[in-house]
């Protein structure tokens, strides 16, 4: 969730950054106290948070990866530490939660999962590994028949996922049908074709693509919501919606046209800490709960977390030594 590339920050995909960490934020403490129409279209504009993520790690890891030099382990001996460390060390605390509710039971089992991102929301960094496993391949295959294979993939996996959560009723474990690189390989492997090919097409034809899909997601979530009680989260038509978004954000003339202004600093700010906001917000919501009014107002809960998170990160980030901020995960 954070630049793979040396070079200096661009304000650009920090902004983009920024908004897929707040999106995330909100997707966790979203609670769907009554289904209105706006709760349900607010709820389903978030889904395209971690596919925005996945792709700008693609692109990222990609421009990284074809450095003079750098070769597919000292890619890995880079990449892979700077994520898995710190998902380690967030992870011990409810780690230890969960292995004394459960009176030391199966610890081996709860060890192992711990070990693999199977605690809490982190399977996103089991995810993310993989894909930096596989960039080699992917970039050695850099063309549109492997970014058709992987849409073809993940919609495949997405619509049987769906079908049986939500259809069929089956509880799945985050990390059994959030985690494998088919569930969302369509959208790093778009960053990794970003990475090495033109980004000049037509920005209103993304613009309207993100929109169709927003609007066929929407239908969709209403529809499984009346028959099935459930069925705002991630499901085909978000990767519609997804895939329009994305479009937009890699967009060149998008880029260019961005300019850095003080009312988007606080957003670019997100963006460059959003690992560290990704590894303690699951904290900070228990701390936001305290607050009577977040209990009872989504909205309270969604900015008292994101703010939680940022101030105690920058305060961390003051205190602590840059090396030691950069294993925890805040640099």
Not at 147 to 163: R, T
Not at 177 to 183: H, L, Q, V
Not at 186 to 194: D, P, T
Not at 247 to 267: A, D
């Amino acid at each position: 969730m954070s630049d793979t590339t040396e070079n200096k920050r661009i304000g650009y995909f920090d902004f983009w950054r920024g908004i897929a960490i707040i999106m995330v934020v909100g997707i966790h403490t979203f609670v769907l106290s009554e289904p209105t129409g706006v709760s349900i279209v607010a709820r389903e504009v978030l889904n395209c948070a971690v596919p925005i993520f996945l792709a700008l790690s693609g692109y990222f890891a990609t421009i990284q990866f074809s450095k003079k030099g750098i070769g597919a382990y000292t890619f890995w001996k880079k990449q892979i530490p700077r994520v898995y460390i710190p998902c380690l060390i967030w992870s011990l605390p409810l780690f230890a939660e969960q292995l004394m509710q459960s009176g030391g039971n199966n610890i081996i089992g709860q060890i192992a999962l711990l070990l693999v991102g199977g605690v809490s929301v982190y399977y996103f960094i089991t995810l993310i590994i993989q894909y930096y496993l596989l960039q080699p391949l992917l970039v050695k295959y850099n063309n549109g028949a492997m970014l058709g294979i992987a849409g073809i993939v993940s919609m495949a996996a997405i619509a049987i996922v769906c079908h049986v959560r939500i259809v069929e009723g089956v509880e799945l474990p985050l990390l059994a049908y959030a985690a494998p690189f088919t569930t969302w390989w369509l959208f790093y492997m778009l960053g990794v074709y970003m990475a090495g090919h033109s980004r000049k097409y037509s920005l209103w034809i993304s613009i309207v693509a993100a929109g169709a899909g927003l609007l066929l997601e929407c239908v969709e979530g209403n529809y499984l919501m009346q028959h099935y009680g459930e069925g705002l989260g991630i499901k085909p038509s978000s990767y519609l919606y997804s895939l329009g978004v994305i479009l937009v954000l890699f967009n060149q003339r998008c880029e260019r046209s961005y300019c850095s202004k003080s009312v988007f600093r606080p957003i670019e700010y997100c963006g460059r800490i959003s690992l560290g906001i990704f590894l303690i917000h699951c904290y900070m919501i228990g701390v936001a709960k305290m607050i009577p009014y977040a209990t009872i107002h989504w909205g309270v809960k969604w900015i008292v977390t994101l703010l939680l998170s940022a101030v105690f990160i920058g305060v961390v980030n003051k205190i602590l030594p840059k090396r030691l901020c950069r294993w925890i995960g805040f640099r």
